[in-house]
């Protein structure tokens, strides 16, 4: 119901006096608007920009490596290595390359063998990222090959059976942060009075070892990645997430609720590519590997990694790290509240919690009890979310029904095949008997399968991998891992042939995640945004024009970004643009239905369903076949599965399933549409009721109300306030 309206105790109606802020002329709304427009714009462009230029297509850079030998010899393989992008080390003995790799001063290491044509050992250690490891593999293999060594690899720290992909460390280290982050932005608004220092200390001492056990028991008990080093997992989590709470709190005394978009760009834009939680921190620009030794995420993910795989070598460094971002940031929080008092810039005077404030911006006043309630479980369920759907999703990626066409000769020795294959691979691979290579390059095309393993047409011929790096380059390596083993058993050559090869501006094959994903975040956070930013827009049809014109500028401004700036995704702008703006429009419409009658509560089981689902389910970063069976169903049905793979039939497939995917977009559009249309009806059925009245801008003559010029400066901390959620959900 619009602020300035209200029910006559009779029943009878009264006429709507005009929607928005009070006294605000033309140009002061459309300032607003440009606000409101501005701030998901910045949200979304910070964070894929950053991501897909710094991931698109990683190469080594300065990666350390040391070599062990002694003399002309050794010496001549450093200089060799010395012109690739390679730092290269001599080292005397083997224990001391080992050494430097468990306290991570060396990314890999390579021992020579002791004669000619005998077998090099390549050193490395999965638990300090196996993206590292593979790195070191690739740039030393073939050093092996031109002194036609053979190749051993030996794994000196390797990850723990409940954390085979290594993750454990990534969603802990995003916990700690969001468990830092997040809370400052509801409390800005609802509960400034307990950003004072005195106040906020022993609350953020328990809130950082209440959500550190949680994330220790979530990965701990209940998903299995962790086992043990609870006390020392909980001191990590303290001081990590007290350094980055105590640093919020500096912002927010600075800039009020703006805080939001300076804590996202250092804990979330800049934190990822520079942890080295993902992807090695040698391949990321000069800039991050800098930011890797500063910044709290990065230090909280290598003492984790210290804690857990390294006996605790190199600890003490990155727990300095924190302690000094805490004891700064406190500091200065200290002297701020010396120099100019409490005062939060943009944020209410309240003293204390009788001041009737909202617990959610765009929602009625709330008692404290209730403001405190939501303070608490609204990041807390960010947080169980985020650790707990993506920790359980990927922390043990075992192959389960990989769809694989085995050719023969003849449709019998196909079926022949299968039938000998199934009991040592069945688990693994659903083997499907195919009749030539023309129609397994077909179902590969169509990724109905994910490769095709060709019998020799011969006797004593060799056996061919048909592959598409463009599906998934995990996908593609463990194909090769399998038939090579398998063709070795059989005594036959292997030759491998990838039909669908990545390009080089995505050789991580992340390109279409990434594209899908900042689809789908600008789809639902631009209803978030004018959710409690512009409470004048009641009805539906108020908000079309808005989101159309929203959906189209940013599939532009998406396209231009990954496309000419970035250079990350090639040709087909036409029909990138059109499948983005028809994503982001139906995505928004059914954020909408929610946000609209739910307020900005709905922005967690939204981001649940829309993102954090979506992400194992699209098979953008883990192949499909390798995560819990619960996903494989959601593929069908989530849009952000369906917008990857509309980015990558796209870019490789030549638009295989595009018709399908565009039909789930659709789905979900149309969904949203007939709940928005119902939603007009019970919006407009409470304000008959004189109910839903935002509290934030009160009645004329109701209790608490103010002067016009008080109400509108409650309605601009809304806005702000509602920015600084949204932004809370956009670093989820």
Wanted: glycine residues 10%.
């Amino acid at each position: 119901m619009d602020p300035s309206t209200s029910a006559p105790p009779d029943g009878g109606t009264v006429e709507e006096a005009p929607a928005g802020p009070p006294q605000e002329d033309r140009k002061a709304r459309i300032a607003r608007y440009v606000a409101l427009f501005a701030m998901p714009f910045l949200m979304v462009t910070m964070m894929y920009a950053t991501y897909v230029g710094t991931m698109h297509a990683p190469a080594p850079r300065d990666l350390p490596v040391a070599v062990v030998g002694a003399g002309p010899a050794a010496e001549q393989l450093v200089a060799g290595l010395d012109a690739a992008p390679v730092d290269a080390r001599l080292v005397a003995t083997e224990d001391e390359a080992v050494g430097l790799l468990k306290d991570r001063e060396m990314a890999g290491a390579l021992l020579p063998p002791a004669e000619a044509g005998g077998t090099a050992t390549i050193y490395t250690a999965n638990a300090a990222g196996a993206s590292q490891a593979s790195t070191v593999q690739q740039v030393l293999a073939p050093l092996a090959v031109e002194n036609e060594w053979r190749t051993a690899v030996e794994d000196v720290a390797p990850l723990a059976d409940g954390d085979m992909s290594g993750t454990a460390v990534l969603f802990a280290g995003m916990g700690m942060m969001l468990a830092g982050y997040v809370p400052l932005s509801l409390m800005t608004m609802s509960l400034p009075y307990l950003l004072r220092l005195r106040r906020f200390l022993p609350l953020a001492l328990v809130w950082s070892a209440v959500t550190s056990t949680v994330i220790w028991t979530i990965l701990g008990p209940v998903v299995g990645a962790v086992d043990g080093y609870y006390l020392e997992f909980l001191g990590i989590g303290v001081l990590a997430t007290g350094a980055v709470a105590l640093t919020q709190l500096l912002f927010t005394k600075l800039v009020g609720p703006l805080a939001v978009l300076f804590g996202m760009l250092l804990w979330v834009v800049f934190g990822m590519p520079s942890s080295g939680l993902s992807l090695s921190i040698h391949t990321m620009p000069g800039f991050f590997q800098f930011l890797h030794g500063v910044l709290p995420l990065p230090a909280a993910g290598e003492a984790l990694r210290s804690l857990l795989y390294f006996e605790g070598r190199g600890l003490g460094s990155h727990l300095l790290t924190l302690a000094v971002w805490a004891i700064a940031a406190l500091a200065l929080c200290l002297l701020k509240e010396r120099r100019s008092g409490h005062a939060i810039p943009a944020a209410p005077a309240a003293d204390g919690p009788e001041e009737p404030l909202p617990a959610l911006a765009g929602g009625p006043v709330r008692a404290p009890r209730t403001r405190y309630v939501a303070a608490v479980l609204f990041p807390l369920s960010i947080l169980v979310a985020v650790v707990g759907l993506m920790g359980a999703s990927m922390h043990k990626p075992e192959v389960r029904d990989m769809p694989v066409a085995v050719v023969g000769a003849t449709e019998e020795q196909a079926r022949q095949a299968v039938a000998g294959l199934e009991p040592s691979l069945g688990a693994m691979f659903d083997l499907r008997p195919a009749d030539s290579v023309r129609e397994a390059t077909a179902q590969l095309t169509d990724q109905e399968v994910a490769g095709a393993y060709v019998l020799p047409t011969a006797p004593g011929g060799g056996a061919e991998l048909l592959t598409a790096s463009a599906a998934g380059p995990s996908q593609q390596t463990i194909l090769r891992s399998v038939f090579q083993q398998i063709a070795e058993k059989q005594d036959m050559a292997l030759e491998t042939r990838d039909v669908r090869p990545l390009t080089g501006d995505d050789t991580m094959g992340s390109n279409s995640l990434y594209v899908a994903m900042s689809w789908i975040m600008a789809g639902f956070l631009i209803m978030a945004v004018l959710r409690g930013g512009a409470p004048e827009l009641r009805r539906f049809r108020q908000f079309l024009p808005l989101l159309a014109g929203w959906a189209v500028g940013m599939a532009v401004w998406l396209w231009f970004l990954f496309d000419v700036l970035i250079g990350a995704v090639n040709g087909h702008a036409g029909l990138l643009i059109g499948a983005g703006a028809a994503t982001i429009f139906c995505v928004a419409l059914a954020a909408g239905a929610f946000t609209r009658t739910i307020g900005l509560a709905a922005i967690v089981p939204v981001m649940i369903v829309l993102m954090l689902l979506g992400v194992p389910a699209s098979g953008g970063g883990l192949p499909i076949s390798m995560v819990p069976d619960i996903f494989r169903t959601l593929q069908d049905v989530l849009p952000l599965p369906a917008a990857v793979d509309i980015a990558r039939s796209l870019v490789y497939f030549d638009s295989a399933g595009l018709g399908g995917n565009l039909l789930t977009i659709a789905a979900w559009g149309g969904a949203g549409l007939v709940l928005n249309l119902l939603a007009d009806l019970w919006l407009a059925h409470r304000a008959r009721q004189g109910k839903g009245i935002p509290a934030e801008v009160p009645r004329a003559g109701a209790p608490g109300a103010g002067a016009p010029g008080k109400a509108a400066q409650a309605d601009t901390e809304e806005q702000r306030e509602d920015a600084a959620l949204a932004g809370s959900a956009a670093a989820s």
